[in-house]
């Protein structure tokens, strides 16, 4: 804690890029690595931009209580730069230009949001500044051939295949699927995936249903979907959504083998909002507390959870977003480390050649910087608690399937 | 009037001695040099556009739009379209922007500008968000027509400099709008329109055509507001439902107007100097740092927030004709105008 | 033929949370000529009473309402009496403003007391319903709807049978005659945009229990409680009343249009609106004014 207050008042002296060392007993202190994050403080992305803001804390106290980025001998203590762009992707331009030129920041990490990471993915190739963003799983952005933005998260249309491929081993194997989907970029991603993957797994999707992204009034969409009689009901979309789309479906009795909610119910929002009817519901995750990752440095995954409820008591487990937000700041860290470097350009090239599996996984960047290497787990809420059901390696406990009928809980 | 545009020169003026020079750049005799304050300072020019387009319909024909982010987003997905999918050069498309969004306002406003009052602003309103709605998401052959949710992505321009030339450009658009809006006031349109804001029984009984003077004073607004648009769109190199129809810019460009001054020439340009100016302070994206006693780091956004507020409803009481009226040198912000202004609108 | 009367009682039920949401923000318009931009901001301040209530008291959501009522009147009749008469003989357009400048303010103050989490209400009996064959007619919204209807029945016993709401109709007929048989104003103007209020604190408690509750959830109802006033029509609460209901259906058929119709449904709802008012000015049922 006081080596991050330090390092503050450091920042607000001095913000030179130099790589200073004297080198004898030890490794020296250099200077001050400077890192960006413009989040939604305020405004209607506020709540996952916490959760970033979380993830991203837990790696700089842990790596400034070391002292800092180890390279080439010297150690440099971290500093992340936030600012509050207000849930508006303009304003994340704005203060995205500030950091790299007011702020000096060396490297920048992502905002919350495709439209903000859309945006800021140009500046930083504009500027030629490697961002490393966890947060925005648009494939859109990394279609578009830029070569300084990394993202360290499975692609959006990895959210619900995990779902039917665990489907695909359950007894009595599910047929048929309804898909809603929200109209924003990420969850119409996710769904027209499922659209082309289901069937190669044996599985029809009879309704293909898009509703306005944060409506909250999904009645007549549940109506729809109860109409077609599916075995899976897939929602892709947000939290408000999710819990929507349940309500709806306990008071107009749409029943379904499986439910599953790309965004929603790994938070534990899901479940303080539902109570009981959030039980049997699965979902798509980036990582769970349960995975059994091996990592080559940083904390382990029962480590990482510990330091969660240490540092945020009375929130429960951290839930992906937090993780993926520290993993973000772990690749960079390793590339920084590989690269025995701080200059632009040497650091992108070791991110592009990265390979390291932290406590969340493989990751690696394919050639358009997505890592497309992490596999998704699916979790299902079981009596209130979270549980990883699938893949088989990573579970601690099985499905429980089919999920019953309303009247029958 | 020599003050205003003095104060609005000196503004820009003044923000050179806080930027950090880069010696290589300053070819061009620029009065920034900084990327950051090209950046705000195009926001400004951008944002004095739109507050000029929009005084033209509503504070001198007194028609309150309260939908012209609509023709904002026209021009930027105009410019987007032509750009990204016909291939066409940049300086080719931009002069599109204006003209497309002028069209539509001719085409909306014959049926809307019949309306009166708050009927004419929920109607514009709500035109504003129906065209944001459908560009996101009509389709054509199972494709999105327009990009649909993914938005549109353009090239990003490739010139030196890029920044600098932005910002000329945009703050060329704005000397166009000013310069526009003198026009306007000093022609026997712009009378019509005043006249048709006054009363506009009398004006049409006088010989006005109402109807046309209307109609062009919209289609004049929609123009600039999508010129703004229309470079915007290649400057910020992705365009969306969510940064091409805010719908916050409906509000800001009003607030920046009648903060300025509706009605006047330089009015909201200096709202909107002031306005933009406030917001990136309490944002804190300018270089100017300030510390707020008694509230924690975290805190401090959602407290930003909340001076931004109280701060609009303060002005909005206590100065109602916007600041312009202090700059033309006939009353000085005193206790004595506050008093006076507070009883003139209040209960 | 079943789906469709679901869809018809979906749609009705629906709209009696429009109605909530809707009235308040008329009375508010039509008499005072303000038009509440901070509107949702109260509905959600309503529904976290709603909450703070619910989880702490374990009372039952409905019974939380009238608390709603009471607490936002008072704080209606504040912000009324202490800021907003400042500029009512400004034009329209600094209502407009003011109450963005309000509305700014309001969400951020909550945003600092109850943070960005999501918050819903989930009664007991939440989820049950009435099952008249394959159709479904959930409790919690029906006992909404008729909340909403006598919410509005109130208000108009208010309006017209009371000596303070006849002083209210007097102050939207003429205010300068108004004031001249001694309507006190001010106080008459406070208490109107109080009833207003206290109609949104209600139409919040309802909506806490049928979605989940964040500080930035009010800013939809704002523009939904537009579209609900012209349809129906400014001047009378039945009026607003068949506005709710009807946007409720717009919705509900709007949103069951097959395949990816229904994210037009917001565009549907506001060109009706544009369309009503170029068309018919005064609304399904309201008087030109």
Request: some cysteine.
């Amino acid at each position: 804690m006081k080596l991050c207050r330090l390092a503050l008042l450091a920042v607000a002296a001095v913000a030179a890029l130099a790589c200073g060392g004297t080198g004898s007993s030890g490794p020296a202190t250099g200077s001050t690595i400077t890192l960006g994050a413009p989040l939604g403080l305020t405004g209607a992305l506020t709540k996952e931009s916490l959760l970033t803001q979380q993830g991203y804390s837990l790696w700089s106290d842990w790596i400034n209580a070391r002292g800092g980025i180890l390279v080439n001998g010297v150690k440099h203590p971290v500093v992340i730069k936030y600012y509050d762009d207000t849930s508006n992707a303009n304003q994340s331009a704005v203060l995205m230009q500030k950091l790299i030129t007011e702020d000096k920041a060396n490297f920048l990490l992502g905002p919350y949001g495709s439209a903000a990471t859309a945006t800021d993915a140009a500046i930083a190739e504009q500027n030629q500044i490697p961002m490393v963003e966890a947060n925005g799983a648009a494939q859109s952005i990394f279609n578009q051939g830029y070569k300084y933005t990394f993202g360290v998260l499975s692609p959006a249309n990895r959210y619900l295949q995990g779902v039917i491929d665990m489907a695909a081993t359950l007894n009595p194997k599910p047929t048929t699927v309804a898909m809603l989907s929200a109209d924003d970029n990420f969850s119409l991603e996710v769904a027209n995936a499922i659209n082309t993957y289901a069937p190669t797994k044996g599985m029809n999707v009879v309704l293909f249903k898009k509703y306005k992204n944060g409506a909250t009034n999904l009645s007549a969409e549940v109506q729809a979907a109860k109409a077609v009689n599916a075995d899976i009901v897939l929602n892709s979309g947000h939290l408000q959504e999710a819990i929507a789309i349940n309500k709806a479906a306990k008071e107009q009795k749409l029943n379904a083998k499986i439910f599953a909610y790309s965004v929603g119910p790994s938070t534990p929002d899901f479940i303080t909002a539902l109570g009981k009817d959030a039980d049997y519901v699965y979902d798509g995750s980036q990582w769970t507390p349960q995975v059994k990752y091996t990592p080559a440095f940083y904390l382990s995954v029962a480590q990482y959870v510990a330091a969660y409820k240490a540092k945020y008591p009375g929130l429960g487990d951290p839930d992906y977003h937090v993780a993926e937000s520290t993993a973000a700041c772990l690749a960079l860290q390793r590339a920084i480390e590989n690269a025995g470097s701080l200059d632009p350009k040497k650091v992108r090239d070791a991110l592009a050649a990265l390979d390291v599996t932290v406590f969340f996984g493989q990751i690696k960047f394919d050639s358009r910087g997505i890592n497309i290497y992490k596999p998704m787990v699916v979790e299902q809420i079981q009596n209130g608690v979270h549980h990883t059901v699938f893949p088989a390696n990573v579970a601690d406990a099985q499905p429980q399937y089919p999920t019953p009928n309303w009247d029958q809980r | 009037m020599f003050l205003i545009a003095g104060a609005i020169l000196a503004g820009y003026a003044l923000l050179a001695p806080l930027t950090s020079l880069d010696a290589a750049v300053s070819a061009n005799v620029p009065l920034l040099t900084d990327r950051l304050w090209f950046r705000i300072a195009t926001y400004i020019a951008m944002f004095i556009v739109m507050a000029t387009g929009w005084n033209i319909i509503g504070g001198i024909t007194g028609y309150a739009a309260f939908g012209n982010v609509a023709f904002f987003g026209i021009g930027a997905y105009t410019t987007g379209m032509l750009i990204a999918k016909a291939k066409w050069p940049f300086l080719a498309a931009l002069p599109f922007a204006p003209i497309v969004a002028a069209l539509f306002a001719v085409l909306v406003g014959l049926p809307l500008l019949r309306l009166r009052g708050h009927y004419f602003a929920v109607a514009s309103l709500g035109v504003g968000v129906a065209v944001g709605e459908l560009v996101q998401n009509i389709d054509y052959g199972g494709q999105p027509l327009f990009g649909g949710a993914s938005g549109l992505f353009l090239p990003i321009y490739s010139i030196d400099n890029r920044g600098l030339f932005f910002f000329y450009l945009m703050v060329a658009a704005a000397a166009i709008s000013i310069a526009v809006t003198w026009w306007v006031l000093r022609s026997r349109f712009g009378y019509g329109l005043i006249a048709i804001r006054e009363n506009e029984e009398a004006a049409s009984v006088l010989g006005v055509n109402t109807t046309a003077y209307k109609v062009a004073a919209f289609a004049l607004a929609a123009s600039l507001t999508g010129l703004a648009g229309g470079i915007f769109s290649q400057w910020n190199v992705f365009i969306n439902q969510d940064n091409a129809f805010p719908i916050e810019y409906n509000v800001q460009m009003i607030l920046m107007a009648l903060l300025g001054g509706t009605g006047t020439v330089f009015g909201p340009a200096a709202g909107a100097v002031l306005l933009q100016l406030l917001i990136q302070f309490l944002g804190g994206s300018l270089p100017i740092s300030f510390d707020l006693p008694f509230v924690s780091e975290a805190a401090r956004p959602i407290v930003a927030q909340v001076i931004l507020g109280l701060l609009l409803v303060g002005v909005v009481i206590f100065v109602p004709r916007g600041v312009i009226d202090l700059f033309g040198g006939r009353t000085r912000l005193s206790l004595y105008y506050l008093r006076r202004s507070l009883r003139e609108t209040s209960l | 033929m079943a789906d469709f009367v679901q869809l018809v009682i979906l749609g009705l039920l629906a709209g009696g949370v429009y109605v909530a949401v809707g009235v308040g923000f008329g009375l508010v318009w039509g008499v005072l000529n303000i038009v509440n931009l901070a509107h949702g901001a109260l509905v959600i301040i309503g529904g976290y009473i709603t909450w703070q209530l619910f989880s702490e008291l374990h009372l039952d959501p409905f019974l939380t309402l009238p608390v709603d009522a009471v607490a936002l009147f008072v704080l209606g009749y504040a912000l009324q009496r202490g800021v907003i008469n400042r500029i009512i003989r400004a034009p329209l357009l600094f209502t407009f403003l003011l109450t963005f400048g309000v509305n700014l303010v309001i969400v951020n103050i909550l945003l600092m007391i109850f943070g960005s989490d999501f918050r819903s209400v989930t009664p007991s009996y939440s989820g049950q319903g009435l099952e008249l064959g394959s159709i479904v007619i959930p409790y919690v919204r029906l006992a909404s709807l008729a909340a909403a209807i006598l919410l509005a029945a109130g208000l108009a016993f208010v309006l017209n049978r009371t000596r303070t709401g006849l002083a209210i109709q007097a102050i939207s007929s003429d205010r300068d005659a108004a004031q001249l048989v001694g309507i006190d104003l001010r106080h008459a103007y406070a208490v109107t945009f109080g009833l207003g209020a206290a109609c949104a604190g209600v139409a919040g408690g309802l909506i806490a229990m049928i979605q989940a509750i964040t500080p930035t959830a009010g800013e939809p109802y704002t523009l939904q409680a537009f579209v609900v006033v012209i349809l129906g029509g400014l001047g009378r609460v039945s009026a607003t009343v068949v506005g709710g209901l009807a946007f409720g259906l717009v919705e509900a058929f709007g949103q069951s249009i097959p395949g990816s119709g229904s994210v037009f449904a917001n565009a549907i709802a506001f060109g009706l609106m544009v369309l009503v008012l170029v068309t018919r000015p005064q609304g399904l049922m309201g008087r030109l004014r």
